[in-house]
């Protein structure tokens, strides 16, 4: 049991690239959600998931696409990438029924991106 | 969800216990405590929750107040690697998004 898998560890990006950041969990947890940690700040959720085929937006989900075509995965694409986007991001998940289980989440450890 | 208010940062000698106050005196009835903590360089960790009766795990055990106004996470008997930024929450019920918010939390340094 691996739990929340994040790749790549490490990124440099150069200004207009895109990627995508993967994050696979195999707790069969219905519920996925991407942050990204800023120095000093706490975390700020992009978008989540709460289910295969559903997705939303979060807090801050300018310039971030997702997707979640099986239960396990849930991609996070820059577009087109800015300094801006220079951050870390963890992806995290949990259980959808029973607001205790939902609250309980897990994280990956996280993906560490500058964009030049 | 309830504010929450921690002390930026504690010492504690390692083999000691380690005492983490939280105080949350605008919490509801049906808001529970949640803690977790951030290793350096790691992602967020659940250590354990609670509503108004203490709580234990191999982790760690939890103190509410009878008023539930306050609580306390003690760990047992610290290690260096219990070194992290330990966060409290409170939180309701949710639907939808689940946006923890983490806040600045208690940076706790387990000293040799």
């Known amino acids: 049991n691996a739990g929340v898998t994040q790749t790549p560890k490490f990124q440099v990006l150069k200004t207009g690239q895109s990627m995508t950041l993967q994050c696979a969990q195999d707790?069969?947890?219905?519920?996925m959600s991407w942050y990204r940690q800023d120095p000093g700040m706490g975390l700020r959720l992009i978008h989540y998931s709460v289910g295969a085929g559903i997705t939303d937006q979060g807090e801050v989900p300018n310039g971030y696409n997702v997707s979640r075509s099986t239960t396990e995965d849930f991609p996070l694409r820059l577009l087109s990438a800015a300094p801006s986007q220079t951050s870390v991001y963890f992806c995290?998940?949990?259980?959808?029924?029973?607001?205790?289980?939902?609250?309980?989440?897990?994280f990956g450890a996280g993906t560490r991106l500058s964009v030049l | 969800d309830a504010k929450t208010t921690q002390p930026p940062s504690m010492d504690c000698a390692e083999g000691r216990a380690a005492n983490l106050p939280c105080n949350h005196s605008?919490?509801?009835?049906?808001?529970?405590v949640y803690w977790y903590r951030q290793i350096h360089s790691q992602g967020p960790q659940y250590i354990i929750h609670?509503?108004?009766n203490n709580e234990t795990n191999e982790m760690a055990s939890l103190i509410i107040t009878e008023d539930r106004k306050s609580s306390t996470l003690i760990l047992p008997h610290a290690t260096l690697r219990d070194t992290a930024v330990y966060y409290c929450?409170?939180?309701?019920?949710?639907?939808?998004?689940?946006?923890?918010?983490f806040g600045t939390g208690t940076r706790l340094t387990v000293i040799p």
């Open positions: 995290a998940s949990s259980y959808r029924s029973g607001h205790l289980a939902k609250n309980i989440q897990y």
């Open positions: 609670g509503l108004k």
């Open positions: 929450i409170v939180r309701v019920a949710v639907t939808g998004a689940n946006n923890l918010f």
């Open positions: 605008t919490i509801s009835g049906n808001e529970y």
């Open positions: 707790m069969n947890h219905e519920y």
